[in-house]
């Protein structure tokens, strides 16, 4: 094989990977607000994004916001309880040698606060403290971090973090409401 098709094969791959994430994310939309309990926070993905930085020009992360349809609806639009969150990061080196997928939930001190909406841009609000921090294991294959108060107003109030991970090749069309959904749940207990 020569470098040109190297290149093209490569990128056939990330596109083909793409559409994959892509029907992951609709799945979860899907049967999330068909079964659960849980609306969509905001309508588009997060992504990081940056023209200055070719890291950026390549998305590897993509992050979907949930909450709790039991919770009450803020003024806001968001909902006055926790945020769940759904992480496909199909690349990040330092961390992972592997493609995962990290669920958890968010809790903060006063959502009330927060103005209406989510940008795309605020990827780094949900993504960082899924990496920033050191977790200790909680329940079996949860792991929690509770945040002091000089990272409270970088990420709006978060006070703590409860995650789950689990390789993206391990997720199935079977038991894919299982590891995502089903984990949403049993983190609400924690």
Known sequence: MNLDDNIFNAFEVVNKTHENVDKLMNYCKNIITEKD???????????????????????NSFILLFQDTNDCELENEWRDGPVYVLEIDLYNPSVYDM?????AKFEYDNIASW???????????????????????????????????????RYWGLKRVVCFEVPLTEITGENAYDKIMGNFDRMKKM
């Not at 309508?43 to 998305?59: C, E, I, M, Q, V």
């Not at 493609?99 to 669920?103: A, E, G, Q, T």
């Open 37 to 59: 309990g849980y609306v969509l926070a905001s309508p588009k993905f997060l992504r990081w994004k940056s023209d200055g930085d070719y890291w950026a020009w390549n998305t």
């Open 99 to 103: 493609p995962m997928v990290v669920v």
């Open 115 to 153: 103005s209406k909406g989510c940008s795309p841009a605020n990827h780094y609000i949900f993504y960082d403290p899924l990496y920033d921090f050191d977790y200790e294991e909680l329940e079996g294959d949860f792991v929690v971090v509770e945040l002091d108060e000089s990272y409270k107003q």
